[in-house]
């Protein structure tokens, strides 16, 4: 998959498919800066912007989109519980 369409692939989750979703699935967020913050802190094991400089759909290794939309596609699926990972994403900013 090009760089392109991993993006239009990420921001169509972020932006449309999460956020389409978070009201009837009882999701803690709601906005699609929330869901980025969330995929890609546990997509890094740490706080995102700490490790890639803003923006970090252009500057992010693909590996990491990659595992991020994965993540997202879990949530949706059922497979990963978007609150336990909006947890850990509070955690490594110190938010918890």
Not at 18 to 36: I, S, Y
Not at 44 to 61: Q, R, T, V
Not at 80 to 89: I, Q
Request: with cysteine; charged share 25%; hydrophobic share 40%.
């Amino acid at each position: 998959m090009s760089r392109e369409n991993l993006v239009d692939q990420w921001f169509a989750l972020t932006r449309e498919r999460m956020p389409g979703l978070a009201e009837q699935r009882g999701w803690p967020v709601r906005l699609d800066h929330c869901f980025m913050r969330i995929l890609l802190d546990n997509a890094l094991g740490a706080k995102w912007n700490d490790e890639i400089p803003a923006p970090a759909y252009s500057n992010a290794p693909t590996e990491v989109l990659e595992r991020a939309i994965a993540l997202g596609e879990a949530v949706i699926s059922g497979d990963e519980d978007l609150a336990e990972l909006n947890r850990n994403s509070l955690g490594w900013r110190g938010k918890q």
